[in-house]
């Protein structure tokens, strides 16, 4: 039996005629693609020319983190993988396999994050600026991820209306564990001890023009699933869940000329941010802070008032701003006191 039909390539608008033969009582099947103009290969294939679009479309919209993408290798039996700042980035080997994140050394497990539930099984095909790209894994709708220095990012790729509203991610939570939401969407990942062990940065989605598309997610058990609400934006739209395990992202000495005194600038990241008026993360954060900056900025002094100024901080971030500033020239009066004098006191 010989089934035809007619194909048209959402990428470009070509028509392609797929010709499918399938032999009674046999598994032989063969594919013949014709097409009006220059032959496109099917992106579904995972070929090169389809997954360096994918990228370019991503790269078109997807919104600067300051981290660079990292390039993709293989591992002798640990499949595809990356090596960030102090992070080792396990990626998927197909549409069907997860995103984990590591430190190295680490003994507890890391967090992981799934592909979208419902995909099929498609192989890791890596792009030229090291995007790992897997077309067509949903229906209208192509995956990929992103290493970064600190991070990795789930994209969904949405070609048309016909394409899904919400996508369901499984997250490999630590025993006892949970999920968490913060005021502004953001997700936290604690252990059975309310630690963070990675959090995924509130939702976003632009569309082809580069405008924003309404997303949300919500959290159900184990599973993080974003909703997408793509109807009338022009395609491609690009949405993704983007993973790290950073709460500080950076931290300097910054001269303030009004006082002619030094203060220690920091800069967290968006869901330790969201995170108000949880101890357990502020104190985290705080660990994190001295372990990477203590030593190379000499971070020695009044650990007291420093650390209630960055409590401070944390517990009211919503008037802080995108970077804290605390000092250790101001005195250790307390946390309440500390509060009273709206996080600087005198």
Request: aromatic share 6%; hydrophobic share 40%; with cysteine.
């Amino acid at each position: 039996m010989v089934i035809a039909s007619a194909v048209v390539d959402e990428s470009d608008g070509r028509i392609r005629m797929a010709v499918v033969k399938s032999a009674l009582g046999t598994t032989a099947s063969a594919v013949v693609l014709l097409s009006w103009g220059l032959a496109v290969p099917a992106q579904a294939d995972g070929d090169a020319e389809g997954v360096e679009r994918i990228a370019e479309r991503i790269e078109r919209v997807a919104p600067d983190v300051g981290q660079d993408i990292l390039k993709t290798r293989t591992e002798a039996g640990q499949g595809l993988a990356a090596r960030g700042d102090d992070l080792n980035i396990d990626l998927p080997d197909s549409s069907q396999d997860t995103l984990a994140l590591t430190r190295p050394g680490a003994a507890d497990a890391p967090p992981a994050l799934g592909m979208p539930q419902g995909a099929v099984q498609r192989p890791a095909e890596v792009a030229d600026d090291g995007t790992v790209a897997y077309p067509d894994a949903l229906p209208h709708t192509d995956l990929a991820v992103q290493p970064m220095e600190r991070s990795a990012r789930v994209q969904t790729v949405l070609k048309s209306a016909r394409a899904p509203e919400e996508f369901a991610f499984p997250v490999d939570v630590p025993d006892g564990g949970r999920l968490v939401q913060g005021e502004d969407g953001s997700i936290a990942v604690l252990d059975a001890r309310g630690t963070p062990v990675g959090g995924i940065e509130a939702a976003w989605a632009r569309d082809a023009d580069g405008r924003a598309v309404p997303t949300d997610y919500r959290v159900e058990g184990d599973r993080l699933i974003q909703t997408v609400r793509h109807q009338g934006a022009a395609y491609p739209v690009v949405a993704d869940p983007w993973m790290g395990m950073d709460l500080i992202l950076d931290a300097k000495w910054v001269w303030v000329h009004a006082v002619s005194k030094w203060t220690l600038q920091i800069t967290p990241t968006n869901w330790m941010r969201a995170q108000v008026s949880d101890y357990f993360i502020a104190r985290a954060g705080w660990d994190e802070l001295l372990a990477k900056f203590q030593q190379p900025l000499g971070i020695h002094r009044n650990h007291g008032g420093l650390f209630d100024q960055f409590l401070c901080h944390h517990q009211f971030s919503a008037f802080a701003g995108n970077t804290w500033n605390i000092e250790d020239w101001r005195p250790d009066i307390s946390y309440p006191g500390t509060v009273l004098a709206q996080c600087n006191p005198e």
